[in-house]
Structure formats: structure tokens, C-alpha cells
């Protein structure tokens, strides 16, 4: 059974910095794109950031220059180094990765369990 486990949320004021982590518990084959979701109350779950095996990595705007995403090898651990938070950052953050979880079995995309990320002004 694969899960993403996060951990590295909590209460930061503006300005102030956080870095998420996310890794993958359970055997697997390989892992593909790696993505950071965040979902503010009564909006939807957006994407933040996401970094593909080979290492590119892309950012929706609002977060460029503030948020650093990257991955330690094919199939380990994801994080995502949030610089000059802002109230407006607020959300539960989520990890998102394509996984090949076994032979005999296609890539599939798993989700973790989010992690609550709020900034004070």
C-alpha cells in the first residue's frame, strides 16, 4: 500500500519561511512528476508547483521568486521551500506524485494527507 506522508506545516508570520516535506511510504517501482496542491477555505485545490524525474520545475505565479520546490532522487522525498509568506499562502498544502507502484500495475497518482499552513499578518 503506497502513502505521500507530509510533515513541516504550522503557524508562521508574514514574511517568515516554512519548508514542506513529503515521502513516499511503501515499496515502489519508480516515480514520475511530483507536485505541491494547496486548497484555501471555500476555494479549490490548486496547483503550487510541480517537478518532473528529470528535475523541471515550474511554479503558478503568485508563488515565483517566494517558493523553491525539489526532490532527492527518482522516487524519494519531495519538498517545498516557502520563502516571504503571505496571509494570502494560507491553505492545506498537499503532495501529489505519479508512481509506479508495482510491476503488473500501471503508474497511478497518489495524493497525501495535506498539512495546514497558516500565516499571521
Known amino acids: 500500500q503506497v502513502q505521500l506522508v507530509e510533515s513541516g506545516g504550522g503557524t508562521v508570520q508574514a514574511g517568515g519561511s516554512l519548508t514542506l516535506a513529503c515521502e513516499t511510504d511503501?515499496?515502489?517501482?519508480?516515480?514520475?512528476?511530483m507536485a505541491w496542491y494547496r486548497q484555501a477555505p471555500g476555494q479549490q485545490r490548486q496547483s503550487v508547483a510541480n517537478?518532473?524525474?528529470?528535475?523541471?520545475?515550474s511554479y503558478v505565479d503568485s508563488v515565483k521568486g517566494r517558493f523553491t520546490i525539489s526532490r532527492t532522487g527518482p522516487k524519494t522525498r519531495l519538498y517545498l521551500r516557502m520563502k516571504d509568506l503571505k496571509p494570502e499562502d494560507t491553505a492545506v498544502y498537499y503532495c501529489?506524485?505519479?508512481?509506479?507502484?508495482?510491476?503488473?500495475?500501471?503508474?497511478?497518482?497518489?495524493w497525501g494527507q495535506g498539512t495546514q499552513v497558516t500565516v499571521s499578518s
Open positions: 517537478i518532473t524525474r528529470e528535475g523541471e520545475d
Open positions: 511503501g515499496s515502489i517501482i519508480a516515480t514520475g512528476t
Open positions: 501529489n506524485a505519479v508512481i509506479w507502484p508495482t510491476y503488473g500495475r500501471p503508474w497511478q497518482t497518489f
